[in-house]
């Protein structure tokens, strides 16, 4: 399928393992994104990746990690899960024009207890 | 620094009353583009509309209108004759041309509509 798919779409985990959130986009786009959604803060940017083994932080890149080995998957992983990473995640796509909206994938629901 | 400021954080109105969802924006950029996205209670980011910093023309598409003014950095969404299914959460977004920005998007906290029938 065409499109920006994420997984899984439901996660829960225990404080302290390593969990990865996968994302998969087909439209062969340059950039890539990673967002978190919490109440009152909307969107925060994690990292981005402009291309296949070029990832940069964003906004909030603590507790996180990022790869891009292949230009349509872009995960990241919790590398020891902490109750404060229980949000909304989500991954998003762009090509290299500036001025393209970006799409996003269906987001993934991780609690951490 | 917060580069994309949505004030109000949630708006209830009577169905088909009209509604305005207000946008403000910080950049140094004289190349940028505003978007706004909706979030309906299903929970995926729909894309609305695209604006870039040289066109201040207004837009309309059906009941939902734009109005971008540079003057006052603002990007404002109004929706007329409300729905119930406008209800949702609306972000605004700020993306910079500059080469350093990493072609990501600022996004505002959101407003989050509910039309009441």
Not at chain 2, 17 to 25: A, G, H, I, K
């Amino acid at each position: 399928d065409a499109g920006i798919t994420q997984s899984p779409r439901y996660k829960i985990t225990e404080t302290g393992r390593q969990v990865t959130l996968m994302c998969h986009q087909t439209w062969s786009h340059s950039y890539m994104f990673w967002y978190r959604q919490d109440l009152g803060h909307g969107l925060r940017l994690i990292y981005y990746s402009a291309a296949a083994d070029i990832t940069d932080k964003g906004e909030v890149p603590d507790g996180y990690v990022v790869s891009r080995s292949k230009t349509e998957n872009f995960p990241l992983t919790l590398e020891s899960a902490t109750r404060s990473q229980t949000s909304v995640y989500f991954c998003a796509s762009r090509g290299l024009r500036t001025n393209t909206e970006a799409f996003f994938g269906q987001g993934t629901r991780l609690t951490v207890v | 620094a917060q580069k994309v400021t949505q004030a109000q954080t949630e708006i209830s109105v009577v169905e088909k009353e009209d509604v305005t969802l207000d946008c403000v924006y910080e950049t140094r950029d004289t190349t940028y583009y505003l978007f706004w996205y909706k979030q309906p209670p299903s929970g995926e980011l729909v894309f609305l509309i695209r604006r870039n910093s040289f066109d201040e023309q207004n837009e309309i598409s059906g009941r939902y209108s734009w109005n971008f003014q540079k003057s006052t950095s603002s990007f404002n969404f109004t929706i007329t004759a409300s729905q119930v299914v406008d209800s949702a959460v609306y972000f605004c977004a700020l993306s910079e041309a500059a080469p350093n920005t990493g072609n990501q998007f600022y996004f505002g906290t959101g407003t989050s509509l509910t039309v009441i029938p």
